[in-house]
């Protein structure tokens, strides 16, 4: 229990509450050895049969596409999610797994972009996350280059960038701004530190997400999934459940 006593405390509810309620998780890394995520295909099958446990019934993948990191394309991710439904479909879960990506706004975004072939959930949306370090000079500017190209902007795990816990207004103009707002289950439970907890528990209470996430990356990340359904934010977030638009992806 040590590392999720850090995280969590001691336990406040005898049974545990599940996700089902969204239905779809929306941001995960589930197509082995592209990208930080699940290793092997043997992990991947061990992550899908978890988030199930969790009470999801579909999965959208997100991996990461990062110029000078992971430069995954279309191709890459769709090859990947073959291999990876042929493997979940051997489970018989009653899982729908699809692919799209995680981009990060870097100098090779924009090049991407005007090929116009990004990987969306649903019809249109796209994922975007930036670096934690400092908000991007031309943010406003590539969020509106990707609308004009017909997308819906969604950003990755907002409550993380920590440049803006000072500055909540920042949301706020967002929002303004046709941007939708992603929140990372676990930064509730204090797994990213305790400001990124606070600044979601800030942007859930003042119902600023419309889309909710696990992040999952391995088998860490899904033991700290399992603890946080006994914690009572889980009550809250599946309060506010009518607010996020999962069940649209």
């Not at 969604?154 to 707002?181: C, M, N, P, Q, T």
Request: with cysteine.
């Amino acid at each position: 229990m040590g590392i999720f006593k850090t995280f969590f405390g001691s336990s406040n509810m005898a049974e545990p509450l599940d996700f089902s309620a969204f239905s779809t998780d929306m941001h995960s890394h589930l197509i082995p050895g592209i990208d930080d995520g699940v290793k092997s295909i043997e992990e991947s099958v061990e992550m899908i049969r978890g988030l199930h446990d969790l009470g999801f019934s579909k999965l959208i993948t997100t991996p990461h596409i990062m110029n000078d990191i992971y430069q995954n394309n279309r191709d890459t991710i769709c090859k990947g999610l073959d291999y990876v439904r042929e493997a979940a479909a051997k489970t018989g879960l009653p899982v729908k797994v699809d692919a799209a990506a995680e981009y990060l706004l870097d100098d090779g975004f924009q090049e991407k972009l005007k090929d116009n072939n990004l990987l969306t959930m649903g019809d249109d949306h796209v994922l975007i996350e930036m670096s934690y370090i400092m908000e991007p000079v031309n943010l406003n500017h590539v969020i509106f280059d990707i609308q004009i190209a017909g997308y819906k902007v969604i950003l990755a795990h907002a409550e993380r960038y920590l440049f803006w816990a000072g500055r909540k207004e920042r949301y706020h103009e967002l929002i303004d701004r046709s941007v939708y707002l992603q929140l990372n289950i676990l930064s509730l439970a204090g797994y990213y530190g305790n400001e990124v907890k606070k600044n979601a528990e800030w942007l859930l209470e003042n119902d600023m997400y419309s889309f909710i996430g696990t992040d999952l990356h391995n088998s860490k990340y899904l033991s700290a999934l399992h603890q946080f359904q006994y914690q009572p934010l889980v009550k809250k977030l599946i309060d506010k459940s009518e607010l996020f638009l999962n069940n649209q992806l």
